[in-house]
């Protein structure tokens, strides 16, 4: 769960670490960075940053010492295989019948809770489930990453230097404010956390104690994990009791240019608008509308793929993670979980 102008990596690890090639083995001294500066040299420099901005020298000392960069991090980072797997391929692998099936069971087994999160927050409980079941496989791969040296490694090698050194400032804030002790403080090779995979800039500004126990613990305590997921949804203008789109049928000659493709500028029209412009149900029904309802259209696959009319809450599931991949997925499986 991330900030609307965070960069995002790739949040889908735990579907394709195995498309990930095997390691060069490189050292880290031969890798070259942006810093300038060999790795020890650098945590010199951040340590007394980190001092600077308030954090606590145990903290720091526990933290940082002994520290060394992680070759495995570097590689990753490099060979994201965005970009290489269809709209189609994906969502087969993230909305299908066995994560349908445990996204059911988990909604049961925690309707209480989840009652009591869309009663504080106003997100519907299968939204919650969907974006734990994507992002984790409900709790089942939250990443064995040491998140300190990640985030570490990353900060100095330098592609995204800035980003990164700001991260591990937040999460040694995490661990200095008692949220979570050093050595627990696991998650992505990116750094994301818990069972909702936050950046440690996403939990400093919008993770929550969702039982009232004085800490945020994201990994192993669900209700925190429920709230903060909602508090990020609400924050970034989730709109209750509204859908996240729907599937939709062009008409023939269609034009592609009423297609979003920069999701940050979508091309909006009213519900009606669209009705009018001839779109219908998949199987043919009239389009659903509601009044001054506005909407745009998005193509994951292209026009020769599913083409899906979207609403505001679309938009806020694309502030968690701005792929039309991930926001489609997760609508579509939160529609799944729902329908009983």
Same mark, same amino acid.
């Given at each position: ?11 889908f690890l735990p579907l394709f670490v195995g498309l ?7 050292? +880290? ?39 060394? !960069? ?10 994201? !295989? ?10 087969? *692998? ?51 990453? &040491? ?14 230097? &800035? ?10 804030? =995490?661990?200095?404010?008692? +949220? ?23 939990f400093h500004n919008l993770a929550v104690d969702g ?34 789109? *729907?599937?939709?049928?062009? !008409? ?5 240019? +009423? ?26 029904? &009239? ?8 909407? @745009? ?8 793929? !599913?083409?899906?009319?979207? @609403?505001?809450?679309?938009?806020? =599931? ?5 792929s039309t991949y991930f926001a489609t997925s997760v ?10």
């Open positions: 769960m991330w900030q609307t102008m965070s960069f995002r990596p790739f949040s990930v090639m095997a390691l060069s083995g490189i050292s +880290h001294t031969a890798h070259a960075t942006t810093t300038g500066q060999s790795f020890s040299q650098w945590m010199e420099s951040f340590s007394a940053e980190a001092r600077a901005q308030g954090i606590s020298e145990p903290t720091i000392s526990a933290a940082l010492s002994g520290l060394s !960069p992680n070759d495995r991090v570097i590689e990753l980072d490099r060979r994201q !295989p965005e970009g290489t797997m269809s709209f189609a391929t994906y969502r087969e *692998r993230v909305v299908n019948q066995t994560r349908i099936n445990q996204g059911r069971q988990m909604m049961a087994k925690h309707a209480d809770l989840l009652a009591r999160t869309e009663e504080r927050f106003g997100v519907a409980p299968q939204y919650i489930v969907a974006l734990w079941g994507i992002e984790t496989n409900f709790g089942g791969n939250t990443g064995g990453f &040491d998140v300190i040296r990640s985030l570490a490694t990353l900060a100095w090698e330098g592609r995204r230097a &800035d980003f990164f050194r700001g991260e591990l400032l937040h999460a040694l804030r =995490i661990i200095d404010q008692g +949220h979570i002790d050093r050595d627990s403080m696991t998650g992505s090779w990116a750094g994301a956390l818990g069972q909702v995979q936050f950046m440690p800039s996403s039982d009232g126990d004085g800490k945020i613990d994201i990994w192993n305590n669900l209700s925190d994990a429920f709230a903060s997921a909602a508090n990020y949804l609400v924050r970034n203008g989730w709109t209750s009791g509204q859908r996240w789109g *729907r599937e939709v049928r062009l !008409p023939s000659g269609f034009s592609d240019t +009423h297609i979003t493709t920069n999701t940050r500028e979508p091309k909006q029209k009213t519900l009606a608008e669209w009705r009018d412009m001839g779109l219908t149900m998949p199987g043919g029904s &009239d389009l659903p509308v509601v009044d001054g309802m506005r909407a @745009y259209l998005v193509a994951p696959d292209g026009v020769t793929g !599913p083409v899906y009319l979207v @609403y505001d809450n679309y938009t806020t =599931i694309m502030r968690w993670n701005r609508g579509l499986l939160a529609d799944a979980i729902a329908r009983q």
